[in-house]
C-alpha cells in the first residue's frame, strides 16, 4: 500500500512537473510563467531604469546616451561602428521580441515557435523567396565595406544585448510562448528590409483583372478598371513637360486567359498600407522656412512599429524613426534636410502562368523549348514535429509561389511564379545610412538611388530653401497595361527586359505653387511617356491634401496638425447630396427619418463622435455591393470592384446601366432603387449590430480604433480608441491600421520637429513606455523632439545620462 | 514550522541564484525525505514554506513597479485583480511542493521499510 502511494505521488509529481514545464496548447508553461523570479512577474518598470554607466563588450570608444522624458534614446559616439553598435544594443533592449519575431515572420519560421499552424504561413513566405531575397541582398551589402561595417556593428549590439539577458529579463513574450532569442545576424535586418518591400509592393489584383477580361470582356475593363481615374491630381502635376527621350518598350503581350485559378488577394498585404507626406515651401509659411510633413499609414500593432532614435558621430546628427532590427533612421531629418516617405504604389510584381514538363517540375516551356528549373529546397522546423521539407521551382519568371492540382489543357502541369523587383540584389541599408548624411537635395538625389524597393514617394526639403519629390523606385519598362493580367510566361512577350532609366523617373522640385504633396495616388498624368501601374489609390487624399494646401498660407506647426488630423471626407461631399435626392421618404420607417435628417445635416467631418459618418459609410459599402457584387461574383469569388470615383462617377453621370440591376433577382433594379434599398439595408443592419440609433452610431465607436499585441493577446493591446478619420481621408485612421508617425519638421537654421506615434519606445508591456502615446496620438496632439547637438545637458531635466563602457 | 521557514530560504537562495522554478519540486522532494515523522510536515509544511515564498515574492514585484504588467497579465489570464494573480501564484506553488514533499517523505517510509524487512 505504501508502495503505491509513493508511485501515486511520484506520477502526480512528474505529471505536474510535465504540465508546468510545457506550453498546454496555447496556455504558457505555468510553472515558469509564474515564477515569481523568473517569470511575467519580473517585466515590470524596473527594466525600464536608466544605468548611469553601463560596461559593454565590443565598443570601440565610449559612447553616451541621453535618454529623454519619453525614453528616445540620443546617442552620442565617437566613431561610425559605435554608433550603430549602440543603437542595436538599445534597440534590442526595447524591442529583442518584436524585432526577432519579425525576422521569423519574415522567413516563414514562425512553425519553429508555434508549431504546425503556422506550416502554411511559413510554407508561402518561403514559396514568395523572401528569404532567397534576402540571402541575395546580404551578398550585395557585404560587398559595399561601410554598409557591411553598418549592419555588423549593429548585429554585434543586439548580440551583446542578448548575451546580457537572464532567465528573469527576457521578454514577456518569450516567456509566453516559452522560447529563447538566438543569435542575431545581418541576414536578419536583410529579411526585415525585405519584408517592408512585401508589404508594400506585394498587392496584385492580375489574377482578378484576367477573370474578369476573361468573363466580362476588354472593354468592361477598359471602362470601370482605368489607369487615370476620376479627378485624379497626380504626385507630379500633370501639367509638367517630360523634357526626355522616352525608351520604347519591345513588345506588348497579347491577352491570355489563365487556366491556374488561384485567389492571390486572401495572402496579399492590407490594401491600405499608404501614406501622405507633403513639403511646403519657405514663402508659404509663416516662418519663410520650408516644412515637411509625414504620416506613414501601416498596420497598426504593440510594440510600435517604429523606434524613435537620434544618432549622432563627428560626421553625422540624425533624427527620427529606426525600424527595429535595422540600423540607422528610416524617416528624420538632419540639420540640413529633412524628408518623408509614401508608398509609390506603383507595379513591380507580375505574375505568370508557367507549363512545366511533368511533375518534378525540373523543366519548364520557353521559346517552344524545355529550360531547365532550379529547384530550392526548404527546410521547415516545426516545433515538436519533424521537420518538413518543401521543394519549389525558380523559373527565369521568379519563383513558382502557386502550383498544384491544376493542369492545362495538355495535361502538362501548371503554376504561377512571381516576378518581383525586391528579389533582384539591392542595396536600401546603403541608401539610408547617405539619406542620413545628406545635406541638399543632390546628396539626398544621390542616396536614394539606392533604395530600389520598394518603392517610395520620398518628399525632402532643405536648409537652403528646397522642396522636392520624387517617385523613386526600381520600375520595369513596361507596355501599356503590362502587369495588369497575369501573362503566360513561354517567351519573351511580357517578360520584363528594362528598367526605366532613372533620371527619367517622375520628380518636381520647387514647383510654383510652393508645396509638393503624395497621397499614394497615381504619380503621373498622361503626358508622362512611361507607363508604370494602373492600381493607385484613390483621389481623395491627394486631392483634400492639394486642396488645403493651396489655400493655406503664412502656414505654421498648428495648420500641418490640423491637416495630418484632417477628417473632411470628400468622397461624402461628392456623393451624399446626390445620394439623398434620391431617397424616397415616403417609404421610409422606424428611425429612418432621424437618420435621414442627421445625413442631411452632416458636414461631411469624419469625426470621432459622427453618427452620420459612419452610416454614410456603411451605406456607400452596401450600394458598391448592389452595384458589383452580382457581376464580379465570378469562380466563387467576388473579384475586385472598381475603385470609388469610378462607381461614383456612373451614380453622378447614368441613370440607366445594366449592372444596376441585380441579377440574382427577376426584377429590374434601377439606380434609385439600389440606393433606396442600400440605405435601408444599411440601416437595418446598423440597428441589429449596435442597437437604437443613438452613441453606439458613433463613428469612434461603432468603429474606432484597436491596436492590437503583435500577437493579438488579449490584454496586450489598446482597443476601443474613440477615432475619426477613415478611408480615402487625410486622417487615414481606421479599425486596426493608420498613421504610424506622425512628423513635422521645420528647416530653419537649426531644424524644429514634432512627432508622435501609437505607442511608445518600450516593447514591454509592463512598462509605461509601451503605450504611453497612445492617448495623445488618439487626440491628435504631438511632441516637442530634442534634436540634441550634445550631451552638455542639465540633469535636473527630465533628460538623464547613460556612459556606455567597454569593459575589455 | 521548521520545515515551513527551512523550504522558504533554501528556495529562495536558490531561486535568486538560478531562477528555475522546479526547485520548488527539488526541495520539498529533499526536505520531504529527511522528514522522519510527520507526514503533514513533510507535505504541508514545505508547501506552506513555498506558498509563503511565491506569493510574497509575487506581493513584492507586484508593489514594485510591477503594477502595469500585473494588471495586463490579469486580463490576460482572465484573473479579477493583481492580488488574486498573486494568490494563484502561491497556491501553485504550495500544490507543487505539497505533492513532492508527500513523495519524498513516502519514498523513505519505502526505503526504510524494505531495508528493516531484509
Do not use: C
Not at chain 1, 470628400?570 to 442627421?598: C, R, W
Request: hydrophobic share 40%; aromatic share 12%; no cysteine.
Amino acid at each position: 500500500m505504501r508502495l503505491f502511494k509513493t508511485i501515486l505521488a511520484f506520477a502526480v509529481m512528474l505529471i505536474l512537473f510535465n504540465m508546468l514545464n510545457n506550453s498546454q496548447g496555447g496556455i504558457p508553461p505555468l510553472g515558469k510563467f509564474l515564477n515569481p523570479f523568473a517569470g511575467f512577474w519580473q517585466n515590470g518598470e524596473k527594466l525600464d531604469q536608466i544605468d548611469e554607466v553601463l560596461d559593454v563588450n565590443g565598443l570601440r570608444d565610449v559612447v553616451q546616451v541621453v535618454w529623454d522624458e519619453r525614453h528616445v534614446p540620443h546617442i552620442f559616439a565617437e566613431n561610425t561602428y559605435d554608433v550603430y553598435f549602440a543603437q542595436g544594443f538599445l534597440t534590442a533592449r526595447h524591442r529583442l521580441w518584436q524585432m526577432e519575431f519579425q525576422t521569423h515572420v519574415a522567413a516563414g519560421r514562425v512553425s519553429e515557435i508555434i508549431g504546425e499552424k503556422a506550416l502554411e504561413f511559413d510554407r508561402m513566405q518561403r514559396r514568395r523567396g523572401l528569404l532567397m531575397a534576402a540571402e541575395t541582398t546580404i551578398q550585395r551589402m557585404d560587398e559595399d565595406p561601410d554598409t557591411h561595417l553598418i549592419l555588423q556593428a549593429y548585429a554585434n549590439g543586439v548580440n551583446t544585448w542578448i548575451e546580457s539577458l537572464t532567465p528573469a529579463t527576457l521578454p514577456l513574450e518569450y516567456k509566453l510562448l516559452n522560447y529563447e532569442p538566438e543569435v542575431w545576424s545581418t541576414l536578419k535586418t536583410a529579411l526585415l528590409l525585405k519584408f517592408m518591400a512585401w508589404d508594400l509592393t506585394g498587392r496584385n489584383s492580375e489574377m482578378d483583372m484576367s477573370i474578369i477580361q476573361a468573363t466580362l470582356g476588354e472593354e468592361f475593363v477598359n471602362t470601370f478598371y482605368p489607369e487615370n481615374t476620376p479627378h485624379t491630381d497626380p504626385v507630379i502635376p500633370a501639367a509638367k513637360p517630360w523634357r526626355f527621350e522616352a525608351m520604347e518598350p519591345d513588345s506588348i503581350p497579347p491577352a491570355f486567359v489563365p487556366q491556374f485559378v488561384q485567389d492571390l488577394r486572401k495572402d496579399e498585404p492590407d490594401e491600405d498600407n499608404g501614406s501622405n507626406n507633403w513639403a511646403v515651401s519657405g514663402n508659404k509659411t509663416a516662418s519663410g522656412f520650408p516644412m515637411l510633413a509625414n504620416d506613414p499609414h501601416l498596420g497598426l500593432k504593440l510594440p510600435s512599429i517604429w523606434y524613435e532614435i537620434q544618432l549622432k558621430t563627428p560626421d553625422m546628427n540624425v533624427y527620427g524613426v529606426s525600424m527595429p532590427g535595422a540600423p540607422a533612421v528610416i524617416v528624420g531629418f538632419n540639420k540640413d534636410i529633412a524628408w518623408g516617405v509614401t508608398n509609390a504604389a506603383s507595379d513591380v510584381m507580375d505574375w505568370f502562368e508557367i507549363e512545366f514538363k511533368d511533375e518534378s517540375y525540373s523543366e519548364y516551356l520557353y521559346m517552344d523549348e524545355w529550360i531547365k528549373s532550379d529547384l530550392r529546397v526548404e527546410e521547415i522546423f516545426i516545433r515538436g514535429e519533424d521537420t518538413v521539407l518543401d521543394s519549389f521551382a525558380i523559373t527565369r519568371f521568379g519563383p513558382l509561389v502557386y502550383f498544384g492540382e491544376n493542369k492545362l489543357e495538355n495535361g502538362h502541369p501548371t503554376g504561377l511564379a512571381m516576378r518581383w523587383s525586391a528579389h533582384d540584389p539591392s542595396n536600401e541599408m546603403l541608401a539610408v545610412r547617405n539619406m542620413n548624411l545628406a545635406a541638399d537635395r543632390e546628396t539626398f538625389y544621390t542616396a536614394i538611388e539606392d533604395f530600389e524597393a520598394p518603392g517610395q514617394n520620398f518628399a525632402m526639403i532643405a536648409r537652403d530653401g528646397d522642396i522636392a519629390i520624387r517617385h523613386n523606385g526600381k520600375y520595369p519598362l513596361r507596355g501599356q497595361d503590362q502587369g495588369k493580367f497575369v501573362r503566360a510566361g513561354r517567351d519573351t512577350l511580357g517578360e520584363w527586359q528594362d528598367w526605366i532609366p532613372y533620371e527619367q523617373l517622375p520628380a518636381i522640385s520647387n514647383p510654383w505653387r510652393g508645396f509638393v504633396s503624395s497621397a499614394n495616388q497615381n504619380p503621373v498624368g498622361k503626358k508622362y511617356p512611361y507607363y508604370m501601374g494602373w492600381d493607385y489609390d484613390d483621389y481623395e487624399r491627394g486631392s483634400r491634401i492639394n486642396d488645403r494646401l493651396g489655400d493655406l498660407k503664412k502656414i505654421k506647426f498648428g495648420d500641418m496638425q490640423d491637416l495630418h488630423m484632417d477628417n473632411f471626407n470628400k468622397q461624402a461631399k461628392l456623393m451624399l447630396p446626390f445620394l439623398l435626392k434620391q431617397i424616397d421618404v415616403e417609404t421610409l420607417s422606424g428611425e429612418m427619418d432621424t437618420i435621414l435628417k442627421d445625413l442631411h445635416g452632416w458636414n461631411y467631418v469624419s469625426a470621432p463622435h459622427e453618427k452620420a459618418a459612419w452610416v454614410y459609410k456603411q451605406w456607400w459599402l452596401h450600394l458598391e455591393k448592389a452595384i458589383w457584387n452580382d457581376e464580379l461574383n465570378i469562380l466563387g469569388e467576388i473579384r475586385k470592384i472598381p475603385t470609388r470615383s469610378v462607381t461614383a462617377r456612373l451614380l453622378l453621370k447614368k441613370s440607366k446601366l445594366v449592372y444596376y440591376d441585380d441579377i440574382n433577382t427577376p426584377e429590374q433594379e434601377g439606380r434609385a432603387e439600389i440606393i433606396n434599398r442600400a440605405f435601408k439595408q444599411t440601416v437595418l443592419e446598423l440597428t441589429n449590430e449596435l442597437g437604437p440609433y443613438g452613441e453606439a452610431w458613433e463613428l469612434g465607436r461603432a468603429r474606432g480604433t484597436d491596436i492590437n499585441h503583435l500577437l493579438s493577446v488579449k490584454g496586450l493591446g489598446r482597443t476601443g480608441l474613440y477615432t475619426g478619420g477613415g478611408q480615402g481621408i487625410v486622417n487615414a485612421t481606421k479599425k486596426d491600421h493608420g498613421p504610424s508617425w506622425r512628423m513635422l519638421v521645420e528647416m530653419g537654421d537649426r531644424p524644429i520637429a514634432k512627432g508622435i506615434f501609437p505607442g511608445g519606445q518600450s516593447g514591454n508591456p509592463g512598462s509605461p513606455y509601451y503605450d504611453n502615446a497612445v492617448n495623445n496620438w488618439v487626440a491628435g496632439k504631438y511632441y516637442d523632439i530634442h534634436f540634441l547637438d550634445s550631451t552638455d545637458i542639465d540633469l535636473n531635466s527630465k533628460l538623464s545620462l547613460t556612459r556606455l563602457r567597454n569593459y575589455q | 514550522m521548521i520545515n515551513i521557514l527551512v523550504t522558504l530560504i533554501i528556495v529562495f537562495i536558490l531561486q535568486l541564484i538560478l531562477y528555475s522554478w522546479w526547485w520548488i519540486i527539488l526541495v520539498p522532494l529533499i526536505l520531504g525525505f529527511l522528514e522522519k515523522d510527520s507526514a503533514l510536515k513533510a507535505s504541508v509544511g514545505t508547501g506552506l514554506g513555498v506558498f509563503l515564498l511565491w506569493f510574497g515574492m509575487a506581493v513584492y514585484q507586484w508593489k514594485n513597479g510591477g503594477e502595469i504588467i500585473v494588471i495586463r497579465i490579469a486580463e490576460v489570464m482572465g484573473i479579477g485583480s493583481g492580488f488574486v494573480l498573486a494568490l494563484a501564484t502561491g497556491m501553485v506553488g504550495f500544490l507543487v511542493a505539497l505533492v513532492a514533499g508527500y513523495a519524498g517523505f513516502s519514498l523513505r517510509k519505502v526505503l526504510i521499510k524494505e531495508y528493516q524487512i531484509s
